[in-house]
């Protein structure tokens, strides 16, 4: 088993930034994909970024490009998302999951194998 926990978040008025980060325990693992998903009020959960083991190749969602940065830590198991240029629409709780098949597609939920609790983040307009 393993185990994600995150941290960061909180609430920041539009234009501001965080940083949410997910650190993994557990069992020994490698060759894997760590991604952020959000979802927001009446809405379904959404991919936000992800990030791949060993090559540090990273994904966007469109809604973040050039506003959000994923970056993962792989002696920590820590996965980082730092998030500038807030918007009101990014309100979310956002969640981390680890994929432990490197070969999958980094942006399908279903794809997952372990999720954290999630953290809220708020942005007030």
């Known amino acids: 088993q393993v185990q994600l926990e995150e941290s960061g978040g909180g609430s920041v008025q539009a234009g501001g930034s965080l940083r949410v980060s997910c650190a993994a325990s557990g069992r020994a693992f490698s060759s894997y994909i760590m991604g952020w998903f959000r979802r927001a009020p009446g809405k379904e959960r959404e991919f936000v970024a992800a990030?791949?083991?060993?090559?540090?190749?990273?994904e966007y969602a469109d809604s973040v490009k050039g506003r959000f940065a994923i970056s993962l830590d792989n002696a920590k198991k820590t996965v980082y998302l730092q998030m500038d240029s807030l918007k009101p629409e990014d309100t979310a709780v956002y969640y981390c999951?680890?994929?432990?098949?490197?070969?999958?597609?980094?942006?399908?939920?279903?794809?997952?194998?372990?999720w954290g609790q999630g953290t809220q983040v708020t942005v007030s307009s």
């Open positions: 999951a680890l994929d432990l098949n490197f070969d999958h597609r980094a942006r399908m939920t279903a794809d997952y194998d372990y």
């Open positions: 990030v791949r083991s060993s090559t540090l190749n990273t």
